[in-house]
Structures are given as structure tokens and as C-alpha cells.
């Protein structure tokens, strides 16, 4: 899932906005989520009206960002990077 985590201390902090944008996994229709990892964390940013795709090994993400909503950002990441324990930067 990728969404506009409001629990994440980013949004606490600052609540204006839809940041930050973060990707997790569930192994269980959805009951319990986890590898919760922001994907995009700027303080000033929207992330929205993302759509998702898998390709091969990869996973490709488009959504519109900041500034004024009117930017297109498309993301590729390796399938894996959802699955490391490890927090990493993704490649966009």
C-alpha cells in the first residue's frame, strides 16, 4: 500500500499537507501492516493520486508532487526494497 501516512511524526509535526508519502506490506489481507517506509518526506510537500505498478522485479509509482500539485514524479524500485528491513533511499 502507499498512502499519506497521518501517524508518521512528519505529519504530527505538521499536519498541513499530504505527507509524508510511504509504502508498506501486508502478508495478511490487510490486518496488520509492515516495512513502513516513507518514500517522500519533504516538510513543504503534497504527494497525491498515486497509481502503482508492478513490472518484472520492479515496481513503478506515479503521482503528482509539490509544488502546486502540478508535477508528475514517477518513482522505479526494485520489488525487494519493500521487503529490506532496512530503511533505504529509493532511485527516482
Known sequence: MVWNNGDDPLARKQP???RPLTAAISKDEGATWEQV????EDPQ???CYTAI????D???LA??????LNSLQVTRLPVKWLYQATPATADK
Open 37 to 40: 517506509r516513507n518514500l517522500g
Open 45 to 47: 510537500g503534497w504527494y
Open 53 to 56: 505498478e508492478f513490472v518484472g
Open 16 to 18: 498541513v499537507g499530504r
Open 63 to 68: 503521482h503528482c508532487e509539490y509544488p502546486g
Open 58 to 60: 520492479d515496481v513503478l
